[in-house]
């Protein structure tokens, strides 16, 4: 199933949009955003490990991502709701920031250690325009 993305209006859009990322480097973001968590969320919401504790609404995800022109690594912990999920949305409730540094290649992984590698190369293939209005404008 394909979710909508939502940020906590308080802490997590102005978190991120404050996170020092060029251009290339928020379109990174989103577009691992929109791949890894609208597209594919299911396989981290159905897996015990990802949960924060037993029949939480709320799972983590770590998002490791570059942000090629600066050449900086970031790695963001994200937690999310999924109360909503049977309407197709998801809340993103908390964001911070666990590392930066410099690395060739772009990851994602959740709580349980899954990768999945992708470089910035297929980064930039993921859908365009799939992020809504306020999320855009907000990044």
Not at 4 to 33: C, M, Q, W
Not at 78 to 90: K, P, S, T
Request: charged share 25%; net charge negative; glycine share 6%.
């Amino acid at each position: 199933m394909a979710y909508r993305l939502k940020f906590h209006e308080n802490n997590v859009a102005p978190y991120i949009f404050n996170l020092d990322l060029s251009r290339e480097g928020r379109v990174t973001l989103l577009s691992f955003l929109y791949s890894m968590l609208c597209e594919n969320a299911d396989r981290f919401r159905n897996d015990p490990e990802d949960r924060l504790a037993p029949d939480s609404n709320y799972f983590g995800v770590d998002l490791i991502f570059r942000d090629s022109t600066r050449k900086k690594i970031h790695d963001l912990r994200l937690i999310i709701n999924d109360a909503a999920a049977q309407y197709g949305i998801l809340r993103v409730d908390y964001a911070e920031g666990v590392y930066t540094g410099s690395v060739a290649l772009v990851f994602v992984k959740s709580q349980a250690n899954t990768l999945a590698r992708m470089t910035a190369g297929e980064c930039s293939r993921c859908p365009q325009g799939e992020v809504d209005a306020g999320t855009a404008s907000a990044l």
